[in-house]
């Protein structure tokens, strides 16, 4: 069962930026030990974008997004945003938030293995 919803995906041009949010899907809490955002894309692996260990705010970045993506959380209602900007054709994925509750042998943010709970994904199109 899908605890995990994001949404904010869509087409943008390059150089514009988009907020995705994840959120718990109805009857679950987003009461995650780590978050973690990943993207597909056409013909290519899933890849870690970025995570974030909530107990303690520590933020992980894949190289290709440093400087561009910034991972933020809602500690009102757990909500986890990844706020994307400076967007480039190859930024054009599926993007997907990753949830973990387990603490113990938290090593590679950025890693799909180390999340346990997945939501279905939301579009992101960059193009002109």
């Known amino acids: 069962q899908v605890q995990l919803v994001e949404s904010g995906g869509g087409l943008v041009q390059p150089g514009g930026s988009l907020r995705l949010s994840c959120s718990a899907s109805s009857g679950f809490t987003m009461d995650y030990y780590a978050i973690g955002w990943f993207r597909q894309a056409p013909g290519k692996e899933r890849e870690g974008v970025s995570g974030?260990?909530?107990?303690?705010?520590?933020?992980y970045y894949a190289d290709s997004v440093k400087g561009r993506f910034t991972i933020s959380r809602d500690n009102a209602n757990g909500t986890v945003y990844l706020h994307m900007n400076s967007l480039k054709p190859e930024d054009t994925a599926i993007y997907y938030c990753?949830?973990?509750?387990?603490?113990?042998?938290?090593?590679?943010?950025?890693?799909?293995?180390?999340?346990?709970?997945w939501g279905q994904g939301t579009q992101v199109t960059v193009s002109s």
């Open positions: 974030m260990r909530t107990s303690d705010g520590s933020i």
């Open positions: 990753a949830g973990r509750t387990l603490a113990f042998g938290y090593r590679a943010p950025l890693e799909s293995w180390e999340y346990h709970y």
